[in-house]
């Protein structure tokens, strides 16, 4: 079965400290991979996406991402995080054959000053 | 930018009622979607509508139902609410592009509480 998991409920980060949020899947054909941010009673936004080309892309409020085929992983990353960045994190996945889109559980992250 | 505005933030409904949760996306994208999130599940595709008129089930359609009338409007129906169906729905509509890939634009969520 297709699934995308994030295997951490939730990420605790000192501001100012690098965080990671992670991010595996398993799914058919060549994914598409996205990465949504919500901060409290809002919906969901878009940060960054990986199509193809560059392992390592680069999206909004200084996030950025690493595809790693061999592992089927797309790993959230900030050099240094801000209080601000405490939200919820999803990972999203489409699938390149069937083109279903499956999210992740969910990931909160807690910058504590 | 993209406005997905969903009608409602809170709705509160008992047990029997028909409840009916309003979309509508202002970019004339052809891909709407209606999503559960519960805590610890994520979001789970409830249908999907990828024209006027036209719907497809997704993860969890049991006791859901849907209507797009028109491309700017997607529709989510309780037709008799439960108390399992107390969560926060979001609606979101999608764009295609060959070089950007699709790209997701969500509403703010309506939080349902059914009693």
């Known amino acids: 079965a297709q699934s995308v998991a994030q295997p951490e409920d939730q990420v605790n980060v000192a501001e100012g400290n690098p965080l990671t949020v992670k991010c595996t899947y398993s799914?058919?054909?060549?994914?598409?991979l996205f990465w949504y941010v919500q901060y409290p009673n809002r919906g969901l936004q878009f940060l960054l996406k990986?199509?193809?080309?560059?392992?390592l892309v680069k999206g909004s409020y200084g996030f950025e991402a690493e595809f790693n085929k061999s592992q089927t992983s797309f790993h959230l990353k900030k050099p240094s995080a801000l209080v601000s960045d405490s939200a919820l994190y999803f990972c999203?996945?489409?699938?390149?054959?069937?083109?279903?889109?499956?999210f992740g559980q969910g990931t909160t992250l807690q910058v504590k000053p | 930018d993209v406005k997905v505005t969903q009608s409602s933030r809170y709705l509160v409904k008992r047990t029997g009622e028909k409840v009916f949760l309003e979309c509508v996306q202002d970019m004339d994208h052809e891909n709407m979607f209606w999503y559960r999130q519960d805590p610890g599940l994520g979001l789970r595709l409830i249908y999907f509508?990828?024209?006027?008129?036209?719907?497809e089930k997704g993860d969890i359609p049991e006791g859901y139902s849907v209507s797009r009338e028109k491309k700017e409007r997607f529709s989510l129906i309780l037709e008799s609410a439960s108390t399992n169906q107390t969560s926060m729905y979001l609606c979101a509509s999608s764009s295609w592009d060959p070089k950007e890939g699709e790209k997701l634009f969500f509403g703010s969520g309506t939080q349902l509480s059914v009693l």
């Open positions: 509508s990828y024209d006027v008129k036209m719907k």
């Open positions: 799914v058919s054909g060549n994914p598409y």
């Open positions: 990986y199509i193809t080309g560059d392992n």
């Open positions: 999203l996945v489409k699938a390149g054959n069937t083109g279903k889109l499956i």
